[in-house]
């Protein structure tokens, strides 16, 4: 696995905590799935947030928090500040929203937000299109995780552009690269680990599935399967069959 | 002291941030606070002042994607 931010997680799940059933569907969803990190949001108190908070701290996992709804880079930097103090860390899932329908980053105020967290000091973890250039200026201000987009959030599409994701894999080979949102079968994920992609993050293809545990698991082994494929090697695709019987050898009927 | 605390008007006998967390009820609570849109760390909520018109955002833990 490799190095975000100098942490190396054992597993590529990064799962969302949203939209959920209940909480312990929720957290034997985290269980089953072996996910390394848990996703969180911050909004205005209206009780329980503690108790949750504490929750998620006892899944014994990495926290990242996010960004979510905001438009603006001013808000978005706010927003991080106030979760880095509230969750006591430094990583931050850096969403700056641009259209409202299909939730697409903007890229523009994403590298602004992106320029002044990582001066900051923020490690973070931009939701992005698959733009090789944005990638390229984020990786200047100082990302050193991208996180593009594999279908518009919610969307459980798959992966939309499987050219662009692997263009980008191989324009940054060694910057830790995480397929973020619009995945809805755990295969989706299996396909974003085999492009050589470093995790996957998901929410809502647990969270809304009819047994959100059972779904949980299948995509745990996904990404799992992917991861393993990877590294294995695949063969190249072929224009024409290839036998794989031998032909030395064939009678002569 | 009239300020809008979470998008609600209230109006409110205390001059700085932390006197306002304390009367809304939220002086002993993990929260995160902003004021016109600008953090306001929890250690300068003390010497934070409010004025007539301030939009004050409390924060705290909920699930995310």
Same mark, same amino acid.
């Given at each position: 696995m490799r190095d975000f931010y100098g942490t190396v997680l054992d597993n590529p799940m990064m799962?969302?905590?949203?939209?959920? #059933?209940? #909480?312990?569907?929720?957290?034997?969803?985290?269980?089953?799935?072996?996910?390394?990190?848990a996703t969180v949001s911050l909004r205005r108190e209206g009780g329980g947030g503690e108790a949750f908070r504490e929750m998620i701290r006892s899944l014994g996992i990495h926290v990242l928090p996010n960004t979510a709804g905001c438009h603006s880079a001013r808000?978005?930097?706010?927003?991080?500040?106030?979760?880095?103090?509230?969750?006591?860390?430094?990583?931050?899932?850096l969403e700056v929203i641009g259209d409202e329908n299909t939730l697409q980053p903007d890229p523009f105020g994403l590298l602004e937000a992106a320029k002044a967290l990582c001066a900051d000091g923020f490690k973070v973890f931009p939701y992005t299109t698959e733009d090789q250039v944005l990638a390229a200026r984020l990786v200047e201000a100082g990302c050193r995780v991208l996180m593009p987009w594999g279908a518009p959030i919610g969307s459980g599409q798959g992966l939309n552009n499987p050219y662009g994701l692997r263009t980008l894999r191989t324009a940054f080979p060694d910057i830790p690269l995480v397929v973020?949102?619009?995945?809805?079968? #755990?295969?989706?994920?299996?396909?974003?680990?085999?492009?050589?992609?470093?995790?996957?993050?998901?929410?809502?293809a647990v969270a809304e599935a009819q047994d959100p545990v059972a779904m949980a698991r299948a995509f745990g082994m996904g990404a799992q399967a992917g991861m393993l494929a990877a590294g294995a090697g695949p063969m190249p695709v072929r224009e024409m069959a290839q036998p794989s019987t031998p032909v030395i050898g064939r009678a002569w009927l | 002291m009239k300020i809008e605390v979470n998008g609600t008007r209230h109006d409110i006998a205390a001059t700085t941030v932390a006197e306002a967390l304390t009367l809304l009820g939220w002086g002993d609570m993990r929260v995160a606070t902003a004021l016109?849109?600008?953090?306001?760390?929890?250690?300068?909520?003390?010497?934070?002042?409010?004025?007539?018109?301030?939009?004050l955002e409390v924060l705290t833990a909920m699930q995310g994607g």
């Amino acid at each position: 696995m490799r190095d975000f931010y100098g942490t190396v997680l054992d597993n590529p799940m990064m799962l969302g905590t949203a939209r959920f #059933p209940s #909480p312990q569907v929720m957290q034997e969803a985290f269980r089953q799935s072996g996910a390394s990190v848990a996703t969180v949001s911050l909004r205005r108190e209206g009780g329980g947030g503690e108790a949750f908070r504490e929750m998620i701290r006892s899944l014994g996992i990495h926290v990242l928090p996010n960004t979510a709804g905001c438009h603006s880079a001013r808000e978005a930097i706010t927003t991080a500040h106030m979760a880095r103090e509230y969750f006591d860390t430094d990583w931050i899932k850096l969403e700056v929203i641009g259209d409202e329908n299909t939730l697409q980053p903007d890229p523009f105020g994403l590298l602004e937000a992106a320029k002044a967290l990582c001066a900051d000091g923020f490690k973070v973890f931009p939701y992005t299109t698959e733009d090789q250039v944005l990638a390229a200026r984020l990786v200047e201000a100082g990302c050193r995780v991208l996180m593009p987009w594999g279908a518009p959030i919610g969307s459980g599409q798959g992966l939309n552009n499987p050219y662009g994701l692997r263009t980008l894999r191989t324009a940054f080979p060694d910057i830790p690269l995480v397929v973020d949102a619009g995945l809805g079968l #755990p295969s989706h994920a299996a396909q974003a680990m085999e492009l050589g992609y470093d995790a996957i993050l998901l929410n809502t293809a647990v969270a809304e599935a009819q047994d959100p545990v059972a779904m949980a698991r299948a995509f745990g082994m996904g990404a799992q399967a992917g991861m393993l494929a990877a590294g294995a090697g695949p063969m190249p695709v072929r224009e024409m069959a290839q036998p794989s019987t031998p032909v030395i050898g064939r009678a002569w009927l | 002291m009239k300020i809008e605390v979470n998008g609600t008007r209230h109006d409110i006998a205390a001059t700085t941030v932390a006197e306002a967390l304390t009367l809304l009820g939220w002086g002993d609570m993990r929260v995160a606070t902003a004021l016109n849109g600008d953090f306001v760390p929890a250690a300068a909520r003390a010497d934070t002042a409010l004025s007539d018109g301030d939009r004050l955002e409390v924060l705290t833990a909920m699930q995310g994607g």
